[in-house]
């Protein structure tokens, strides 16, 4: 059995031990850059880090004993992501270089064509291609005359000097916050343009010791009931959220409203930092230092609309000109992406474009009608808020392993939800998802285009609990 893998970054690193361990060793992976890592190759701006614990943000088969910190920095996430690949053989794997363009399904097989030419025909596909991965450009006027330097987080152009420097940042999302605690020290005047406040999470993330980690080297088991720990708490965070009214809520509500108001001792800032929504209907941000970074001497809040950009900088609504050297666009990503701009054609033609012309969806996030033995992990609708996507991917390979067993078993030959099954699962997420924190008010990137949250509405449980083993009423199994 043949089996293409499409993106090297957490997931599809995930996908390709779990597939070879199972014995399932005809394995292509296919990644469009030079080398793997995914998000975690891609954003290198100063200050990024994972907002979920480290200890947790890591795969169960392959503990690390040596993060630095509980919230560990960029670099050694993707350190340790390719340093899983080299222990689990994954990089001999790798195709580099080869972005998949197109799949076809075509005679019970699917045809691939990669950008460099190369074409391969196989039996399953799973798409790890991820979420954030296509840069959200905003539609400012003047924005090709500035005369400085400007790029999307995403794209850090390390070659740009920011100390000394006049620094604008564009956003206030969490890549944005981590932004400004990194490089307010470094630059001459740091200028925040803020359209939307954020609540703030209080986090403290001291360095671990030497006795720590040489504790955790020599008593594994000790890192796993960590892992195991962090786990539970999150999985109650998650179960929280689900339930605006929840005692979850409303606690990280007082957290984060403590936490401006200490925090904060300008009043008139004060309040330009406090949202009009309730905590966490945005993606909670998590910061040890923002509001001590944005008090400083040299850093500016801006909240002032911004009107256009000029050579010199941005020009706000109250007409006043804010000169710039380098300006940032922490602006997010197209989230409705997914795995396009890829062709996927899937039985009698149809085209992913079109089933997809609304709005993304997939049955359980995992996969989509007449679209055969196609799966994606962290697909459409899929739990994405505060928790660790790695866990996530997990149970979902886990769900995936035994659609693709009843293939490799001769059971079928193909297996794709029913639309019956997707109609329905859709109808019961919208009506849920009415009454989760996400739906309280808010603009959030969560949103699709009818303003409804497009995640898993339910708790946690209940996903580990459908990520047990699929339900053959739900497929359409053909041999």
């Known amino acids: 059995m043949r089996i293409a893998i499409i993106g090297a970054g957490m997931a599809g690193i995930l996908s390709a031990v779990k597939l070879t361990e199972a ?30 614990p480290s200890h947790l943000y890591s795969y169960s088969f392959h503990l690390n004993p040596n993060w630095s910190h509980p919230y560990s920095p960029g670099e050694e996430i993707q350190a340790y992501l390719e340093d899983v690949a080299r222990a689990h053989q994954v990089d001999e794997l790798i195709r580099f270089g080869e972005e998949v363009i197109e799949c076809a399904w075509r005679d019970r097989q699917w045809h691939l064509e990669t950008s460099g030419g190369l074409h391969d025909e196989v039996d399953f596909v799973i798409a790890a291609t991820g979420v954030l991965h296509h840069p959200n450009y905003p539609g400012i006027e003047g924005i090709e005359t500035f005369g400085g330097a400007i790029f999307h987080s995403s794209q850090w152009d390390h070659r740009v000097a920011i100390d000394g420097a006049r620094v ?15 490089v307010v020290d470094r630059a001459r005047k740091l200028s925040l343009f803020q ?5 703030i999470m209080p986090q403290e993330n001291p360095a671990y010791g030497e006795e720590e980690r040489a504790d955790w080297i020599q008593n594994p088991q000790k890192l796993q009931k960590l892992h195991g720990n962090l786990s539970e708490l999150f ?16 606690m990280i509500a007082d957290l984060c409203r403590q936490n401006l108001e200490v925090k904060v001792t300008d009043p008139v800032l004060r309040e330009k930092l406090r949202p009009n929504y309730r905590a966490a209907c945005k993606r909670l941000v998590i910061s040890p230092n923002f509001y001590e970074s944005v008090q400083k001497a040299n850093a500016e809040l801006v909240t002032e609309p911004i009107e256009r950009i000029e050579t010199r900088g941005v020009r706000t609504d109250d007409g006043r000109l804010h000169d710039l050297d380098v300006l940032v666009l922490a602006t997010g990503f197209k989230v409705d992406a997914f795995m396009r701009p890829m062709s996927v054609i ?27 033995n196609f799966v994606m992990l ?50 019961e997420r919208v009506e849920a998802a009415a ?15 009818r303003g409804i949250p497009a995640t898993w509405p339910w708790s946690f449980d209940r996903f580990r609990a459908e990520m047990e083993r699929p339900k053959m009423v739900a497929y359409d199994r053909r041999g």
């Open 195 to 199: 359209r939307t406040p954020q609540w």
């Open 378 to 427: 962290n697909g459409p609708n899929g739990p994405v808020g505060n928790f660790s996507l790695i866990e996530v991917a997990e149970m979902q390979f886990d769900y995936i392993k035994q659609l693709i067993d009843l293939v490799h078993s001769g059971e079928c030959r193909e297996i794709s939800p029913t639309q019956v099954a997707m109609d329905q699962f859709e109808t």
């Open 435 to 449: 009454t989760t924190i996400w739906s309280t008010g808010c603009r959030s990137w969560y949103l699709d285009d």
């Open 23 to 52: 014995g399932l060793t005809d394995v292509t992976v296919y990644e469009k850059a030079d080398r793997l890592g995914g998000t975690w190759r891609e954003n290198t701006y100063p200050g990024i880090s994972c907002d979920v």
């Open 346 to 372: 899937g039985r009698d033609g149809k085209d992913l474009s079109q089933a997809w012309a609304d709005r993304p969806n997939a049955y359980l996030s995992i996969s989509i009608p007449d679209f055969p």
């Open 168 to 182: 604008g940042i564009v956003g206030t999302g969490s890549t944005a916050v981590q932004m400004v605690s990194a």
């Open 235 to 250: 999985a109650g965070f998650a179960n929280g959220i689900v339930d605006a009214e929840s005692p979850q809520m409303k």
